[in-house]
């Protein structure tokens, strides 16, 4: 197999989960806090092609579920209310980060029938749309995280480096501080010591800067190993000679040789943070309701009932794994681009 | 011995940078457990301040610091405002519940970890590689937090396992045997998360370690000598991959031990982890403070292991460092 190979499938994969949850307002059906109280952990709904006299349809369409009388959650669908599936219909307004406002969606049904592809929760609330709503969080979080601690690893790992001394003295020994602790009582640490109640938008804030502080130790040591190597090349030299100042140094001839290790580390941060957003939202400690993220969709697992007897409230797990297994392909591609072979195989 | 004493006393500075920096978190932080109080009309502002000054609170960082450090002199580690004791004995129990759990963890997965990365490295590209490769790479992908709950589902649906605790209602009438038969049944659910959890690093590692042995120009030279290829393996290759193995250990018992923390919680398992989580949802500070030093002093003590065990199996460490 060729290299370019290797990173096809991952790529497209990632950039797919990627571009879908940030127009989650697009594909999502409904609002994530629109709640139907009638209709608690309603199961994935069926699309039919054919209606109740037997007719073929190419329109799907979904009927309207009517609870069993004195069974709470078991639901039954009436064949004799279906409703056709619109699409590109217009819908309650969204906009992806500011960027993009509309109010098109890409499936829609009339009431009282509802579509949810992948059941509802327990406020009945549709399980799809949270998913793609908690994605866009969970996602970013771990995005913009990894993003800010490769940033503060290059910054501190450079500067370490280049001017050594008491400066990288200091800066190494919070580097073995921050690798001391086992991350995610760090990450706890850190929670513990900043307000528990906050609104959704600050916590998403205070979540990527607390996973920004946990995770910058370790590039900041690898750049810093790379730093000291360069900084004694002969093109670096002659451009000190030339009279280029250290900034100059640092950022023009220094710095561009860390790229490839700091992509290779942000893809192999960017799963770890959506993990320990997830665990931390899991945990209560993260980004509350009705706000979804996939930690704190999951966390209606910790109820046994749920755990046992619905199974779609499992999605955002499945989703989890699918990124995950996405991202370390990614990054062990990368990592064989980079030194020929992965550091684990 | 030198270098030995050099190395403890760099992990002693490295456990008090840990416990500064956890104060200066605090004293950055808003609000304490006090102000909760504040809010209830019954508890005149007082008595607050009363209690504020009783623990010490309206002290400035550097005194309440060195309070601190007074306490955990007399082996307090603080005082929980929660449960209105010092914080050790809260500690204590629970820590050696973490201990029992990610010390058994530790050793059984390195006992299928050596086997199934020794093997794989002998047969190379043969089926157990092949399949251990597979094996490992979906276990890499799925999260611990996942398969927690996937074990904790299979637990409640066969009841094959207990769902979660440490002893069964009842235990304490129990003799001795059936207490430690009921403590193992209820060990398995969270060993085996946390075996399958950190199994596939530990594989993938050991194989790398063997491949690269078996790869050096002295395991060649045995076998063109005609030297069995299980001595080979054995006696030649495995002491030399001991090595990066020993430095490993020394870093999978901070993953660990992240691990434990929340297979604890999803288990309800009374170790550091519920405690911990209980601490920072009623801001009990120190509570907090002693659980993450506590485990930053497993983590280091784990390092320092790997760290004799390094000089006691490899004469070149040996050589270089202690002379």
């Given amino acids: 197999m060729s290299k370019g190979k290797h990173f096809v499938v991952p790529m497209v994969c990632v950039a797919a989960v990627h571009l879908v949850t940030f127009l989650s307002g697009f594909f999502a059906p409904y609002d994530y806090s629109e709640q139907d109280r009638h209709l608690p952990y309603a199961p994935p709904s069926t699309l039919h092609f054919r209606d109740a006299q037997g007719t073929w349809h190419w329109r799907p369409s979904v009927c309207a579920l009517v609870e069993r009388p004195e069974q709470f959650g078991v639901y039954e669908e009436d064949r004799t209310r279906c409703f056709p599936l619109a699409f590109f219909t217009r819908g309650y307004r969204y906009s992806a980060f500011w960027l993009i406002q509309s109010d098109r969606h890409l499936l829609a049904v009339t009431p009282p029938a509802k579509i949810f592809l992948l059941g509802s929760d327990g406020y009945g609330r549709d399980e799809l749309s949270r998913l793609l709503y908690g994605g866009r969080l969970s996602l970013c979080a771990g995005l913009l995280a990894a993003a800010s601690s490769v940033g503060l690893g290059l910054l501190l790992g450079t500067v370490a480096g280049y001017y050594g001394g008491w400066c990288d003295a200091i800066v190494m020994r919070c580097v073995e501080l921050f690798l001391a602790l086992p991350w995610l009582y760090l990450l706890f640490a850190l929670r513990a010591f900043l307000p528990l109640h906050v609104s959704p938008s600050q916590a998403f804030l205070l979540l990527i800067a607390v996973l920004g502080i946990v995770g910058w130790a370790r590039p900041a040591r690898l750049i810093r190993g790379i730093v000291l190597s360069e900084k004694e090349r002969t093109y670096v030299l002659a451009a000190r000679m030339f009279g280029g100042s250290d900034f100059y140094l640092m950022h023009q001839h220094i710095a561009p040789r860390t790229y490839g290790l700091l992509l290779t580390q942000a893809a192999l941060l960017v799963p770890q943070y959506i993990l320990a957003e997830v665990t931390l939202s899991f945990l209560g400690l993260g980004v509350a309701e009705p706000v979804p993220s996939w930690g704190n969709m999951l966390a209606a697992l910790q109820q046994y009932d749920v755990l046992v007897s619905y199974w779609w409230i499992w999605a955002p797990g499945f989703a989890l794994f699918l990124v995950c297994i996405n991202y370390w392909r990614l990054a062990s591609a990368m990592q064989v681009a980079a030194e020929g072979t992965a550091h684990w195989q | 011995m030198k270098y030995l004493a050099h190395r403890v006393l ?112 002998a047969r190379r590209n043969g089926l157990v590689d092949h399949a251990t490769l597979l094996f490992t790479a979906l276990l890499l992908a799925i999260p611990d937090l996942l398969l927690a709950l996937g074990l904790l589902l ?53 194989r790398a370690a063997m491949v690269d042995a078996l790869n050096l120009p002295f395991a060649r030279a045995a076998r063109t000598h005609g030297i069995s290829p299980r001595r080979i393996l054995f006696r030649h290759a495995f002491p030399v991959a001991l090595n990066p193995l020993i430095s490993l250990f020394a870093l999978s018992i901070g993953s660990l031990l992240s691990a434990s923390l929340l297979t604890e919680v999803v288990f309800s398992w009374p170790g550091l982890g519920p405690l911990l989580l209980e601490a920072i949802l009623g801001r009990d500070f120190y509570v907090v403070t002693g659980a993450v030093v506590l485990a930053s002093v497993f983590l280091v003590c784990g390092t320092l292991l790997g760290d004799f065990l390094l000089i006691a199996v490899d004469p070149r460490i040996r050589m270089e460092k202690l002379a």
């Fill in chain 2, 10 to 121: 760099q992990s002693f500075f490295l456990l008090v940078g840990v416990s500064v920096l956890s104060f200066i978190f605090v004293e950055l932080s808003p609000g304490n457990y006090f102000d909760e109080m504040r809010l209830d009309p019954r508890i005149s502002s007082e008595t607050v301040s009363r209690l504020r000054m009783q623990y010490g609170l309206d002290r400035p960082l550097p005194v309440r610091y060195a309070r601190w450090l007074d306490s955990v002199a007399k082996g307090q580690f603080g005082f929980s405002f929660a449960y209105n004791a010092p914080v050790a004995s809260l500690l204590w129990p629970r820590a050696r519940n973490t201990l029992v759990l990610t010390g058994s963890a530790t050793l059984l997965a390195w006992m299928i970890a050596l086997p199934l990365g020794i093997l794989s490295a």
């Fill in chain 2, 154 to 206: 299979f637990a409640v649906r066969t009841a094959l396992l207990p769902a979660g605790g440490m002893m069964a209602v009842g235990s304490e009438e129990m003799g001795a045997w059936d207490q430690t038969k009921n403590l193992a049944i209820h060990m398995i659910g969270p060993v085996l998360v946390l075996v399958l959890a950190c199994l596939p690093t530990l594989v993938r590692h050991t």
